[in-house]
Protein backbone atom coordinates (compact mmCIF):
# COMPACT_ATOMS: atom_id res chain seq x y z
CA UNK A 1 0.00 0.00 0.00
CA UNK A 2 0.87 3.39 -0.04
CA UNK A 3 2.20 3.71 3.40
CA UNK A 4 5.03 0.88 2.66
CA UNK A 5 5.59 2.65 -0.34
CA UNK A 6 6.23 5.89 1.13
CA UNK A 7 8.95 4.04 3.21
CA UNK A 8 10.61 1.19 1.33
CA UNK A 9 11.22 4.15 -1.80
CA UNK A 10 13.48 5.94 0.65
CA UNK A 11 16.04 3.08 0.50
CA UNK A 12 15.34 2.04 -3.13
CA UNK A 13 13.55 4.24 -5.66
CA UNK A 14 12.61 1.80 -8.21
CA UNK A 15 9.52 0.65 -6.26
CA UNK A 16 5.65 0.43 -7.50
CA UNK A 17 2.53 -0.12 -5.73
CA UNK A 18 1.45 -3.39 -6.68
CA UNK A 19 -1.67 -3.69 -4.25
CA UNK A 20 -3.08 -7.51 -2.21
CA UNK A 21 -4.87 -8.75 -4.77
CA UNK A 22 -8.51 -11.03 -4.75
CA UNK A 23 -8.91 -13.68 -6.95
CA UNK A 24 -12.58 -12.17 -8.48
CA UNK A 25 -13.82 -15.73 -10.21
CA UNK A 26 -13.29 -17.15 -6.59
CA UNK A 27 -14.45 -14.46 -4.36
CA UNK A 28 -17.91 -13.29 -6.85
CA UNK A 29 -21.57 -12.01 -5.73
CA UNK A 30 -24.54 -14.95 -5.41
CA UNK A 31 -28.30 -13.92 -5.74
CA UNK A 32 -29.19 -14.02 -1.90
CA UNK A 33 -31.69 -13.00 0.03
CA UNK A 34 -30.92 -13.00 3.63
CA UNK A 35 -34.63 -11.98 5.23
CA UNK A 36 -36.46 -14.50 2.93
CA UNK A 37 -34.00 -17.27 3.55
CA UNK A 38 -33.46 -16.92 6.79
CA UNK A 39 -35.58 -14.09 8.53
CA UNK A 40 -32.02 -12.18 9.32
CA UNK A 41 -29.68 -9.81 8.68
CA UNK A 42 -25.79 -10.74 8.85
CA UNK A 43 -23.51 -7.64 10.19
CA UNK A 44 -20.17 -9.89 9.11
CA UNK A 45 -16.33 -10.21 10.30
CA UNK A 46 -13.91 -12.63 8.64
CA UNK A 47 -10.14 -12.59 10.20
CA UNK A 48 -7.82 -14.30 12.53
CA UNK A 49 -8.28 -14.27 16.24
CA UNK A 50 -5.39 -12.01 16.49
CA UNK A 51 -7.70 -9.36 14.88
CA UNK A 52 -10.62 -9.99 17.98
CA UNK A 53 -9.05 -6.87 19.83
CA UNK A 54 -10.52 -4.38 17.02
CA UNK A 55 -13.65 -5.56 17.48
CA UNK A 56 -13.68 -5.49 21.25
CA UNK A 57 -12.83 -1.97 20.78
CA UNK A 58 -16.47 -1.33 19.31
CA UNK A 59 -18.44 -4.08 20.84
CA UNK A 60 -20.19 -1.42 22.71
CA UNK A 61 -21.35 0.17 19.56
CA UNK A 62 -22.40 -3.57 18.03
CA UNK A 63 -24.18 -4.49 20.96
CA UNK A 64 -25.99 -1.31 20.61
CA UNK A 65 -26.90 -2.55 16.69
CA UNK A 66 -27.82 -5.61 17.52
CA UNK A 67 -30.77 -4.10 20.42
CA UNK A 68 -32.09 -1.96 17.74
CA UNK A 69 -32.55 -5.08 14.91
CA UNK A 70 -34.07 -8.24 16.71
CA UNK A 71 -33.52 -9.32 12.92
CA UNK A 72 -29.70 -9.16 12.64
CA UNK A 73 -26.93 -11.87 13.95
CA UNK A 74 -23.27 -10.80 13.91
CA UNK A 75 -20.96 -13.11 11.98
CA UNK A 76 -17.38 -14.18 12.98
CA UNK A 77 -15.48 -16.25 10.96
CA UNK A 78 -12.05 -17.11 12.84
CA UNK A 79 -10.03 -19.62 14.11
CA UNK A 80 -11.78 -19.50 17.37
CA UNK A 81 -14.72 -18.17 18.95
CA UNK A 82 -14.04 -14.26 20.40
CA UNK A 83 -15.64 -13.41 24.00
CA UNK A 84 -17.66 -10.56 24.26
CA UNK A 85 -18.63 -8.72 27.54
CA UNK A 86 -21.82 -7.31 26.52
CA UNK A 87 -22.97 -9.25 23.13
CA UNK A 88 -24.92 -12.60 23.86
CA UNK A 89 -23.50 -15.31 22.19
CA UNK A 90 -27.01 -15.85 21.04
CA UNK A 91 -26.53 -13.30 18.84
CA UNK A 92 -23.10 -14.05 17.40
CA UNK A 93 -23.07 -16.59 14.02
CA UNK A 94 -19.44 -18.30 14.80
CA UNK A 95 -17.62 -20.12 11.71
CA UNK A 96 -15.30 -21.59 12.09
CA UNK A 97 -12.89 -20.59 9.07
CA UNK A 98 -11.76 -23.32 6.60
CA UNK A 99 -10.63 -22.86 2.71
CA UNK A 100 -13.84 -24.85 1.62
CA UNK A 101 -16.15 -22.33 3.67
CA UNK A 102 -14.66 -19.12 3.53
CA UNK A 103 -16.19 -18.12 0.25
CA UNK A 104 -19.81 -18.58 0.97
CA UNK A 105 -19.31 -16.88 4.70
CA UNK A 106 -18.40 -13.40 3.15
CA UNK A 107 -21.05 -14.14 0.35
CA UNK A 108 -24.10 -14.46 2.36
CA UNK A 109 -22.97 -11.38 4.70
CA UNK A 110 -25.19 -8.47 4.67
CA UNK A 111 -22.69 -5.75 5.83
CA UNK A 112 -18.74 -6.39 5.84
CA UNK A 113 -16.75 -4.88 8.75
CA UNK A 114 -13.32 -4.11 9.39
CA UNK A 115 -12.42 -2.25 12.20
CA UNK A 116 -8.89 -1.38 13.20
CA UNK A 117 -6.66 1.70 14.99
CA UNK A 118 -4.73 4.37 13.52
CA UNK A 119 -1.29 3.12 14.43
CA UNK A 120 1.55 2.70 12.31
CA UNK A 121 1.51 -1.10 12.46
CA UNK A 122 -2.68 -0.76 11.42
CA UNK A 123 -1.57 1.70 8.62
CA UNK A 124 0.88 -1.10 6.76
CA UNK A 125 -2.30 -3.50 6.54
CA UNK A 126 -3.58 -4.36 3.31
CA UNK A 127 -7.01 -4.14 3.69
CA UNK A 128 -7.48 -7.89 2.54
CA UNK A 129 -10.88 -8.37 4.16
CA UNK A 130 -12.45 -5.12 2.76
CA UNK A 131 -10.94 -6.13 -0.38
CA UNK A 132 -12.91 -9.72 -0.36
CA UNK A 133 -16.52 -8.51 1.31
CA UNK A 134 -16.51 -6.12 -1.92
CA UNK A 135 -14.81 -9.16 -3.98
CA UNK A 136 -18.20 -10.45 -3.24
CA UNK A 137 -20.39 -7.36 -3.72
CA UNK A 138 -20.62 -6.70 0.13
CA UNK A 139 -21.73 -3.04 0.70
CA UNK A 140 -18.77 -2.06 4.02
CA UNK A 141 -18.18 0.08 6.70
CA UNK A 142 -14.81 0.34 7.95
CA UNK A 143 -12.54 2.15 10.19
CA UNK A 144 -11.73 5.44 7.45
CA UNK A 145 -7.91 4.92 8.18
CA UNK A 146 -4.93 3.30 6.09
CA UNK A 147 -5.34 1.81 3.09
CA UNK A 148 -9.06 1.34 4.07
CA UNK A 149 -9.41 5.17 3.39
CA UNK A 150 -7.32 4.21 0.07
CA UNK A 151 -9.62 1.59 -1.47
CA UNK A 152 -13.29 4.19 -0.16
CA UNK A 153 -11.79 7.14 -2.79
CA UNK A 154 -11.58 4.76 -5.28
CA UNK A 155 -16.01 4.67 -5.15
CA UNK A 156 -19.20 4.25 -3.06
CA UNK A 157 -18.14 1.11 -1.71
CA UNK A 158 -19.33 1.54 1.60
CA UNK A 159 -18.95 4.23 5.03
CA UNK A 160 -15.89 5.24 6.87
CA UNK A 161 -15.73 5.05 10.69
CA UNK A 162 -13.82 8.31 11.86
CA UNK A 163 -15.27 7.55 15.41
CA UNK A 164 -17.28 4.67 17.26
CA UNK A 165 -20.54 6.44 17.03
CA UNK A 166 -19.94 6.63 13.49
CA UNK A 167 -20.09 2.20 13.68
CA UNK A 168 -23.54 2.58 15.16
CA UNK A 169 -24.66 5.38 12.21
CA UNK A 170 -23.28 3.71 9.23
CA UNK A 171 -24.23 -0.01 9.94
CA UNK A 172 -27.42 1.65 11.09
CA UNK A 173 -27.90 3.29 7.80
CA UNK A 174 -27.05 0.12 5.47
CA UNK A 175 -29.32 -2.09 7.55
CA UNK A 176 -32.47 0.87 7.14
CA UNK A 177 -31.50 1.43 3.22
CA UNK A 178 -31.18 -1.73 1.41
CA UNK A 179 -31.25 -0.44 -1.74
CA UNK A 180 -28.37 1.99 -1.15
CA UNK A 181 -26.66 -0.74 0.69
CA UNK A 182 -26.84 -3.15 -2.93
CA UNK A 183 -25.73 -0.39 -4.94
CA UNK A 184 -22.53 0.38 -2.55
CA UNK A 185 -22.04 -3.33 -3.47
CA UNK A 186 -21.76 -3.59 -6.88
CA UNK A 187 -19.77 -0.39 -6.81
CA UNK A 188 -17.53 -2.48 -4.59
CA UNK A 189 -17.14 -5.26 -6.89
CA UNK A 190 -16.19 -3.03 -9.86
CA UNK A 191 -13.54 -1.09 -7.81
CA UNK A 192 -12.34 -4.52 -7.02
CA UNK A 193 -12.26 -5.51 -10.97
CA UNK A 194 -10.71 -2.52 -12.20
CA UNK A 195 -7.97 -2.00 -9.14
CA UNK A 196 -7.48 -4.90 -7.05
CA UNK A 197 -8.23 -7.89 -9.08
CA UNK A 198 -5.40 -10.59 -10.06
CA UNK A 199 -6.55 -10.30 -13.37
CA UNK A 200 -5.34 -6.70 -13.84
CA UNK A 201 -2.44 -6.83 -10.82
CA UNK A 202 -0.59 -9.77 -12.67
CA UNK A 203 0.15 -7.77 -15.67
CA UNK A 204 1.15 -4.71 -13.97
CA UNK A 205 3.94 -7.15 -11.80
CA UNK A 206 4.91 -9.20 -14.98
CA UNK A 207 5.55 -5.52 -16.65
CA UNK A 208 7.72 -4.76 -13.64
CA UNK A 209 9.75 -7.45 -13.80
CA UNK A 210 10.17 -7.32 -17.27
CA UNK A 211 11.09 -3.44 -17.09
CA UNK A 212 13.95 -4.84 -14.26
CA UNK A 213 15.27 -7.78 -16.30
CA UNK A 214 15.76 -5.52 -19.33
CA UNK A 215 18.44 -3.37 -17.72
Not at 69 to 92: L, T, Y
Not at 115 to 130: F, L
Request: contains cysteine.
Amino acid sequence: NEFIYNFLKFYNSNCIIIPTSVDTDRFSPIEYNHEKIYNKKIIGWSGLSSGFKYLYEIEKELYEILELHSNVVFRIVSDRQPVFKKISNSRIEFIKWSPDNEVKTIQTMTIGIMPIDDTEWSKGKCSYKMLLYMSCAIPVVVSNFGMNKEVLDKGIVGLGADCKHDWIKHINYLLDNEENAIDMGKNGRRVIEKYYSLSSNVIVLANFLKSITSK
